[in-house]
DNA sequence: CTTGGAATGTCAACAAGGCTGACTTAAACT
DNA sequence: AGTTTAAGTCAGCCTTGTTGACATTCCAAG
């Protein structure tokens, strides 16, 4: 409110309640902007925005347990499987017994379910682009470190162990 | 995937798929994060993230019409007026018959829609709080840059129309 | 070896909060 | 007077979240 550019010193600057109130609705915008268009995409399909967060997570680690897909996703079992079931129904997602613990699941795409993700992602990854392109290297290092910051401790770990996977 | 590190320059660094890719995990993890707080929060009472939004976008532009918010939380009139309703009945929102224009309604936080929303958005500040001051004035400059860089510009229109009301 | 507990995943039923479409009311505009 | 606009409502649907009960499998203690 007062003292937009700060005079009172760098670091209270970005601390005032208004501040604070314009990054929330910078993410709420934005985060907005970010599902835009696979949600465009999907809506023709018979999916929504769960199957992209689940066709995302198992390209990303294949193999993946329900249980872990569940951690990552932070949804409940039943909000998970029923997204599940229609797109291992549909054959875009396979779904292994374990080799060792058989209780397990392992969790594959299937070449359809690999299409489809890289439709979705494509998608999304062309805003990002834009937005990085337009914003500068150095704001795209401030703005992941500002979202590393943001993040629970557990989601922060799960964050990095992905990273740490591919490198 | 190929050339994580940039061997083609700086230019492209930040535009592989791979870091586009984290980039959008990144996105997905701390937004669960940023609404983590008021969730747990309203879990209790029998409201919703959507009754949160509400009162976030009243509070920031109190007087606002009903066809004002629809645009800026981005849904239906019906979805809306479902939210409104209890939080009209329940005497945290006020809607008030327009002076110059009789067929419209402006809404106003009444003491009690106040309170619940400084609650709301002290939990999640107090976290923007702490990831902003981590993270440092730099990184919290290219956050803005690149969350602004994402949105649609309609929506962009709509944040810097409430900035400027404010800031 | 057996048995009881823990872990994993599946199924049924329900709630919140999106959506569309049709319709009403009131007020403003032309 | 007739049209358009703002708001509200009803009915019904879909996605995606929830809890609770259940089946299967593993493992460890007796």
């Keep these: 409110m007062t003292d937009p550019q700060g005079s009172s ?3 209270l600057l970005f ?6 109130r314009q990054g929330a609705e910078a993410m709420f915008f934005a985060y907005r902007g970010f599902t835009a268009d ?5 809506a023709g ?3 929504g925005r769960a199957h992209h967060r689940a066709l995302h997570f198992i390209h990303a680690a294949p193999g993946t347990t329900v ?4 951690n990552t996703l ?3 079992k039943q909000s998970l499987n029923r997204v599940l079931r229609t ?5 875009l997602v396979e779904s292994r017994v374990g080799r060792n613990d058989r209780r397990e699941r392992h969790l594959h795409l299937t070449e359809a379910g690999d299409t489809l993700e890289r439709q979705l992602s494509n998608a999304q990854r062309a805003r990002m682009r834009a937005a990085y392109k337009q914003a500068g290297p150095e704001a795209v290092a401030g703005f ?7 993040m629970d401790p557990e989601m922060r770990r799960q964050y990095q162990r992905l990273r740490e996977g591919r490198g």
């Design 9 to 11: 010193g760098e670091t």
């Design 67 to 70: 249980n872990n897909l569940l």
């Design 38 to 42: 696979p949600d465009r995409i999907l």
């Design 74 to 76: 932070g949804v409940t």
């Design 87 to 91: 797109m291992v129904e549909d054959g």
């Design 15 to 20: 601390l005032t309640d208004e501040q604070l």
């Design 144 to 150: 992941r470190k500002v979202l590393e910051s943001m």
């Design 45 to 47: 399909l018979s999916y």
